[in-house]
C-alpha cells in the first residue's frame, strides 16, 4: 500500500519561514508529478506548487517569489518564506505516477500564520 506523508507544519508569525516535506513510501513505479495542494478553512482545496520528474515547476500566482518546491527521487519540499496569514491552511501532498494515472495523497499538515 502507497503512503505518502507530509511533515513540517507548525505554527509561524507573519513574515516567518517554514519548510514542509512531503515523502512517498512503498511505491514501486516511476513517479511523475508530485504537488502540494492547501485548503483553508471554508475554501476549495487549491494546487499551490507541483515539480514533474523533469524538475520542471509551476507555482500559483499568490506564492510566486516566497515559496520554493524541490524534489529529491521520492521526498518533495516546500520552502515557504514571508509568510502571510492568508497562508494559513492544511498542506496537503499529492503523488501521480508517471505511467499512469494513479494519484495517492498525504493526510495534510496545518500552518497557520498568525502574531
Known amino acids: 500500500q502507497a503512503q505518502v506523508e507530509e511533515s513540517g507544519g507548525g505554527l509561524v508569525q507573519p513574515g516567518g519561514s517554514l519548510r514542509l516535506s512531503c515523502e512517498a513510501s512503498?511505491?514501486?513505479?516511476?513517479?511523475?508529478?508530485m504537488a502540494w495542494y492547501r485548503q483553508a478553512p471554508g475554501k476549495q482545496r487549491e494546487l499551490v506548487a507541483a515539480i514533474s520528474h523533469d524538475t520542471s515547476r509551476n507555482y500559483t500566482e499568490s506564492v510566486k517569489g516566497r515559496f520554493t518546491i524541490s524534489r529529491n527521487k521520492k521526498t518533495m519540499y516546500l520552502q515557504m518564506n514571508s509568510l502571510k496569514p492568508e497562508d494559513t491552511a492544511v498542506y496537503y501532498c499529492?503523488?501521480?505516477?508517471?505511467?499512469?494515472?494513479?494519484?495517492?495523497w498525504g493526510q495534510g499538515t496545518q500552518v497557520t500564520v498568525s502574531s
Open positions: 512503498r511505491i514501486g513505479f516511476s513517479i511523475g508529478v
Open positions: 499529492k503523488v501521480r505516477l508517471l505511467f499512469t494515472s494513479a494519484e495517492y
